[in-house]
């Protein structure tokens, strides 16, 4: 039978605030264990909760940037569950009036086409805390300092077809909200997570399938590959006429399979309702329209420029488009050295391949996008050759100065383009070598471009920084000359 | 509203609460007195009138996004029944 595959993902982004969302303690990442946990964290009686205003302007920027309804009155209401890393005995939510309605997103597919994927909410709540189950003599140990870090939750509606596209739709909601400055996008420390819900039902049929969730995936690849095993594993079943059962799983990478986790023995029942300890959350038009100001360009609006404005091909626009730091670090170059096309080749060719290879943002790179841009100018006025130019550039990178000029003449890197000057050391390198040029003029007429490749080496070794289309021209002129 | 029992047991258990068989009955009534007492409340005409979110007529205060806590995990585990490494203990709890 041909199966149709329905994916949903819900997205919970850490929003990049320095306090909670509902107390005065710190969000900072790798603290010791407990010290940034206080008194409404751990939900000691008789303390209240009061909201965090920019995790609210932080979430109505979320929802502009996804073209999204903003919701003027927002209601805070209690999930009710226990699990010792949430001391209150519930999760502070939004259910029925979210911050965010219904908005979407655009994402690019392999080929080229855009499909546009509706996001059904996103509501802000509470995060929770950490337990820890090794090391603790049997005993699980609870690391609370997590604990209400304010994130919200983006909801997408069941649009996605294929793990490629949730892997895509998964990295465009990253790229979005660290643009934004929202959240800080590392996954590595949990700043982003993902639940993703998969079903599958025979082609043409309308009603769902039964889906299984599977909780807290944490990079683009194993959203990819977890929803891949996932599918793989329900048509399985489905084809050799079993029945799905509705149950959250997880993901384990190292076997590329998805696993049940322990079923509750009772379902959940969540029994939200109204939290008392907060009022309704009420913004006005104003407040929207100037959060709305604040938005940077985003990535397709971008991506778009550089294409359209620029001549960009559309992959290189979307790759340097992807992430902020490195469409800045671009831009800012590109604009020193006047060509957009130069820069675009550095950044995805020099400057990738320094990045990848000492593993580090381009924050964290020696070399600055003002010195990149100096580069690509003295290459644009033929001060530098390309060869010159990566030298020049990996010096910086490895930390040997900052200064492009001063490195450019310290290593003798300006480039001899004046012909005279040219003239000269060739007609040297002739006359110290004449075996060479004996043996030149011996040779046969149509042998003799490649036996001109010595000339140009030892030219080069002579004069470093030579031009080498000069000294081509040079060569052959004086050779010629010679016979 | 009348609860059953099954009810009456699933309540308690989502609650945490251990109750005897020989309470149930108890409870049973209780809770169900109490719904009914609630249950008035459909007798109001509400035609027309949004749901309220909260009985209090106000708006949502919001605090500036500023760490004004310290460190008091000191004082805080002084009162936790088990602590280690920092930590709060609590039985072990795995998925």
């Known amino acids: 039978m041909e199966w149709e595959v329905v994916i949903g993902l819900e997205i919970h982004a850490q929003l990049a605030t320095k306090s909670k969302i509902f107390s005065g303690a710190s969000t900072a ?55 010792p890393d949430s001391p209150k005995g519930y999760q502070t939510t939004q259910l029925h009036h979210p911050i965010v309605g219904m908005g979407h997103i655009d994402i690019e597919l392999d080929d080229g086409e855009t499909r546009r994927i509706n996001v059904t909410r996103a509501h802000l709540e509470e995060d929770a805390g950490k337990s820890v189950h090794e090391g603790f003599s049997g005993m699980s140990g609870i690391d609370l300092n997590r604990a209400g870090t304010p994130l919200i939750e983006i909801v997408s509606e069941p649009e996605l077809r294929t793990a490629k596209e949730a892997a895509a739709y998964f990295k465009k909601m990253h790229s979005i909200v660290t643009y934004l400055g929202v959240c800080d996008g590392d996954l590595s420390q949990g700043s982003m997570r993902c639940d993703c819900n998969v079903s599958l039902r025979p082609k043409g049929q309308e009603e769902f399938g039964t889906r299984t969730e599977i909780k807290n995936v944490n990079s683009f690849r194993n959203v990819e590959r977890a929803i891949n095993a996932e599918i793989e594993r329900q048509m399985d079943i489905l084809e050799d006429g079993g029945v799905i059962l509705q149950e959250t799983r997880l993901y384990d990478a190292d076997k590329n399979e998805t696993r049940a986790m322990r079923s509750k023995e009772v379902e959940n029942d969540y029994r939200y309702f109204p939290c008392p300890d907060l009022l309704p959350v009420i913004i006005d038009q104003d407040y929207v329209d100037a959060v709305k100001e604040t938005l940077p360009e985003l990535p397709d609006a971008k991506k778009a ?93 490895e ?64 004069a470093k920084g030579v031009n080498p289309q000069v000294v081509m021209e040079v060569l052959k002129k004086k050779l010629e000359e010679l016979g | 509203m009348a609860l059953d029992q099954d009810q009456v047991r699933k309540i308690a258990s989502l609650a945490r609460l251990q109750i005897d068989d020989g309470q149930i009955a108890e409870y049973q009534t209780n809770l169900t007195n109490i719904l009914d007492l609630v249950d008035q409340l459909s007798a109001a005409d509400t035609d027309g009138i949004d749901p309220m979110a909260h009985p209090l007529d106000a708006v949502q205060r919001l605090r500036a996004d500023v760490v004004t806590e310290e460190n008091q995990r000191e004082n805080f585990q002084k009162i936790a029944p088990a602590t280690e490494q920092g930590h709060y203990l609590v039985p072990r709890v795995v998925e």
């Open chain 1, 29 to 83: 990442y790798g603290a010791e264990a407990n010290t940034q946990a206080c008194a409404v964290d751990l939900g000691l009686p008789g303390v209240l909760p009061v909201f965090n205003e920019e995790a609210l302007r932080m979430a109505v920027k979320f929802g502009l940037a996804i073209d999204a309804e903003i919701g003027l009155k927002s209601v805070f209401d209690r999930k009710n569950y226990f699990y």
């Open chain 1, 305 to 397: 420029r550089f294409e359209n404005d620029h001549g960009l091909s559309a992959t290189d626009a979307a790759v340097l488009a992807a992430n902020r730091d490195l469409a800045d670090f671009f831009e800012t170059a590109a604009k020193i050295a006047g060509d957009y096309k130069l820069a675009a080749n550095w950044v995805q060719g020099d400057v990738s391949a320094a990045l990848n290879r000492l593993e580090v943002g381009i924050n964290e790179l020696n070399i600055t996008a003002e010195q990149l841009g100096r580069i690509l100018q003295l290459i644009k006025d033929s001060t530098l050759n390309n060869g010159g130019a990566k030298e020049v550039f990996n010096a910086l990178v």
């Open chain 1, 399 to 462: 930390g040997k100065g900052d200064d492009v000029d001063g490195l450019v003449d310290s290593l003798g890197l300006k480039q001899v383009s004046d012909t005279g000057a040219i003239e000269e050391i060739v007609a040297q390198v002739l006359a110290d070598n004449p075996k060479l040029v004996e043996g030149y003029l011996a040779t046969p007429e149509e042998k003799r471009g490649k036996a001109m490749g010595p000339f140009i080496g030892l030219t080069r070794k002579a």
